[in-house]
Antibody
Framework: QVQLQESGPGLVKPSETLSLTCTVSGASISSSSYYWGWIRQPPGKGLEWIGIIYYSGNTYYNPSLKSRVTISVDTSKNQFSLKLSSVTAADTAVYYCARQYAYGTWYSDLWGRGTLVTVSS | QSALTQPPSVSGSPGQSVTISCTGT?????????VSWYQQPTGTAPKLMIH???NRPSGVPDRFSGSKSGNTASLTISGLQAEDEADYYCSSYRSSNTLVFGGGTKLTVL
């Protein structure tokens, strides 16, 4: 079955760049049917959409994070990645990667288990 | 960007029905049939329950149903069961190719 797995450092210092990778197994990231995205959830708070990428490299970002976010895709490794620059304590959250169905439907039918990233010196 | 508005909490007894609302604007909920609902039990990843306002993915019980009127979408859970206790989040497409979530609603089964 298709699975998504997040990986990356669990601790990042303030002002540095947070980097996470999502590895897709059981399906090709180059499928025309899906976008691949990131969502985060601060401890005890709600979900926040970060952005999505298509296998071709086309991206859409949350306007409130756009100046600090880069999402990229590596089809050869069946992975996509998130970079968030100039982090502060407010970026502490569980970061989920997810598969978002394409064709203008805007829903995520498959999620990773999530990884906690703490921003602290 | 501002989140969609959900009640912080709802509750019901086993067998009863509960409805969770999700209020947005004409730029998101009211303007597009791209509303989804997710269930998130404590400590787990969200699970898709409803997409495109009314559609249930395979495997989701038909006790879960979605609807929309104007700028407000709703998730109704009928025949409440203990296993339904979780946080529920709505999401909607918002103009200019973005997605926005609601603040979440904690469902307690009494």
């Amino acid at each position: 079955q298709v699975q998504l797995q997040e990986s990356g450092p669990g601790l990042v210092k303030p002002s540095e760049t947070l980097s996470l990778t999502c590895t897709v197994s059981g399906a090709s990231i180059s499928s025309s049917s899906y976008y691949w995205g990131w969502i985060r959830q601060p401890p005890g708070k709600g979900l926040e959409w970060i952005g999505i990428i298509y296998y071709s490299g086309n991206t859409y970002y949350n306007p409130s994070l756009k100046s600090r976010v880069t999402i990229s895709v590596d089809t050869s490794k069946n992975q996509f990645s998130l970079k968030l620059s100039s982090v502060t304590a407010a970026d502490t959250a569980v970061y989920y990667c997810a598969r978002q169905y394409a064709y203008g439907t805007w829903y995520s039918d498959l999620w990773g288990r999530g990884t906690l990233v703490t921003v602290s010196s | 960007q501002s989140a969609l508005t959900q009640p912080p909490s709802v509750s019901g007894s086993p067998g009863q029905s509960v409805t969770i609302s999700c209020t947005g604007t004409s730029s998101d909920v009211g303007g597009y049939n791209r509303v989804s609902w997710y269930q998130q039990p404590t400590g787990t990843a969200p699970k898709l329950m409803i997409h495109e306002v009314t559609n249930r993915p395979s495997g989701v019980p038909d006790r879960f149903s979605g609807s929309k009127s104007g700028n407000t979408a709703s998730l109704t859970i009928s025949g409440l069961q203990a296993e339904d206790e979780a946080d529920y989040y709505c999401s909607s497409y918002r103009s200019s190719n973005t997605l926005v979530f609601g603040g979440g609603t904690k469902l307690t089964v009494l």
